[in-house]
């Protein structure tokens, strides 16, 4: 519904073809201002149709949504003892989305026991305040030991309630607009996953039942790799061990493929 309010302000073109519905844009730089807004603002409708709530979306998304879930429904739900040891680990894991953590490194830096840090995100899951994606390697094989994994909030928003809302220049982009893509997946059969091992990574991987890669996507916020193919090492050489023959990355504003090593990259904005 969103795309096609879009549509209809001209600002995102939807073309219906065999394999599916195409997008592109001819305002990117309205678009991405838009698409700004929704970061800060956006992925709740109560947001977007009460007048009231949007002077102040921030407020509302913190003590209607987020605060109520910590302090109320959590603790009584499942017994919490230590609400402000819940909320700090939220807070933290929030001001970090999209970055990889282990439960040692949380363990040692919160002074809070690893199967207690377990269960708040257990928790935090349950609330659908958070999603935990695992990692794989450059074969697309899990790890049998799952020391690392990354937390994503199921709405980059919540980021901006809690702290500040960002612009399109802020360092803290790339993860949130990761954080947007990957939230967009979520709710799909196809596990995700991240990929990363000694010397690469590759930011979204979804995988088939056979344990093979069906897709693979680079999230970015840069229009820089558009032109340097050649940084995109990590990506190259795992869709090339996966045997895939296309892959996508996100950029700021620019669009098109590219094909290196007989690999089709092709390049969309993010918005």
């Known amino acids: 519904e969103y795309l096609f309010l879009l549509d209809k302000l001209g600002l995102v073109n939807i073309e ?9 844009t001819d305002s990117i730089d309205e678009l991405n201002a838009h698409f700004v807004d929704y970061l800060n603002f956006g992925g709740y409708p109560e947001v977007v149709l009460s007048e009231k709530i949007r002077t102040d979306p921030g407020r509302y998304i913190k003590s209607d949504i987020i605060d109520k879930v910590l302090l109320r429904d959590l603790p009584t739900l499942y017994g919490v003892q230590d609400i402000q040891e819940l909320n700090y680990l939220f807070t933290s894991l929030a001001f970090n989305t999209a970055g990889e953590v282990s439960l040692e490194d949380l363990s040692t830096g919160s002074g809070v026991a690893k199967n207690t840090i377990k269960k708040y995100i257990e928790y935090l899951e349950a609330a659908f305040l958070l999603r935990t994606v695992h990692r794989v390697d450059q074969s697309a094989k899990r790890f049998k030991r799952a020391n690392f994994f990354k937390i994503y909030l ?7 309630a809690l702290f500040a809302p960002v612009d399109a220049d802020d360092a803290a982009m790339g993860s949130l607009v990761e954080t947007a893509i990957f939230s967009q997946w979520f709710h799909q059969d196809m596990p995700l996953y991240y990929a990363r091992w000694r010397r690469g990574e590759v930011d979204i991987v979804a995988l088939k039942e056979n344990q093979k890669a069906a897709w693979a996507v680079e999230a970015k916020w840069s229009d820089r790799y558009f032109d340097h193919c050649d940084e995109l090492k990590s990506l190259v050489g795992f869709c090339q061990k996966q045997k895939l023959t296309s892959a996508t990355v996100t950029t700021r504003t620019l669009s098109g493929t590219k094909l290196i090593r007989d690999l089709a990259l092709g390049f969309e904005p993010a918005s």
Request: charge should be negative; proline fraction near 6%; avoid cysteine.
């Open 16 to 24: 219906e073809q065999t394999d599916g519905l195409v997008f592109s």
């Open 154 to 160: 199921t709405n980059p928003s919540i980021r901006a």
